[in-house]
Structures are given as C-alpha cells and as structure tokens.
C-alpha cells in the first residue's frame, strides 16, 4: 500500500502538470470554427486560379517556399520527384494552357467542380485532398497558418488516368 500511496502521490502532480500544458499550447493554435472555411478558400484558390489562369489567386494561396512534387520516371524508368516552386508555378498560370490536364470527357465550359477533404487540422498546420470534375490529377496538401492565414506549403499530386491530353501529347 505505500508503494500505491506514493505513485499517486507523485502522479496526481503530473496528470495535472500534463493537463495544464496541454490547455496552454492548444490556446496558442486552437482550431476556430472559420478554419475549415478558410482552408478550403485557400485551396479553391489554387485550383480556380489554375483553371483561369489568374496567378493572383494562386500566389494568394500559396506560401513563397511551396514544394510541389510529383513522381516521373525518366528515360530509363527510373522514378524520381519532379519538383516545382511557388514562383513557377505563378509563371506558367500566366500562360499555361491548364486544359491539356482536363480529362478527355470533360465539356471545357463546365463549372469546375471542386471537393476539398480535409483529413486533419490541428495545431496550425492541416491536411487535405483536391479533386476536380475537370483536372486528371489528385492533390494532397499541406497547409500552415501563418500569421492567421492559411498558406499552401506542399503539394504532392499525381496524375489519376490517362486520358489527357498533357499525358497524350507528342
């Protein structure tokens, strides 16, 4: 029994030391009900102003030190990340003719239809996935907010079919 006494003598100081750390640092990054609104903006952001060719929007969204990946094989086979910056990808949505992504079925004057799900937020930081009606490819993000806004820092994404004409071309 003094065994039992004094590990919950000592516990008891801890569970609530624990607790207490737990309030104060979930206060400093605490989720707010206009965070899942703002996340999805951002992404719509990214999406929308590929779609329109609007590098406004996308720069909006993004964060300048954006790492946006996807696997590509080379000539001999090997896979290797193919990486793209915040900056070119705001330089090719001023010109880029983002419709050789448009699956092969797709009425180029439909709406772009986006569905946005988000897997976690938590702590200032989230994450989510980015499917269109239109675009042949699929978008994991990471998103963190800085400075109360919520900026895109990653993106790995991969093509979904190969339908498009990006995939098709000569």
Do not use: C
């Amino acid at each position: 029994n003094f065994k039992s006494y004094n590990m919950k003598k000592i516990m008891t100081p801890l569970y609530f030391l624990a607790f207490m750390l737990l309030i104060h640092n979930s206060s400093v990054f605490a989720q707010t009900p206009n965070d899942s609104t703002q996340i999805k903006e951002t992404v719509l952001n990214y999406l929308e102003g590929m779609e329109t060719n609007n590098p406004q929007r996308i720069e909006k969204a993004m964060h300048p030190d954006l790492a946006k990946r996807t696997i590509e094989k080379n000539k001999e086979g090997i896979e290797y990340p193919e990486n793209m910056t915040a900056a070119s990808l705001i330089g090719y949505s001023k010109g880029f003719d983002f419709t050789l992504f448009y699956k092969a079925d797709v009425d180029p004057k439909e709406p772009l239809k986006s569905e946005i799900i988000i897997y976690e937020i938590s702590n200032g930081i989230a994450s989510v996935k980015a499917v269109t009606n239109k675009f042949e490819f699929v978008d994991y993000i990471h998103l963190g907010k800085l400075n109360g806004e919520w900026k895109i820092i990653n993106i790995l994404w991969a093509m979904t079919g190969n339908t498009n004409k990006w995939m098709n071309k000569q």
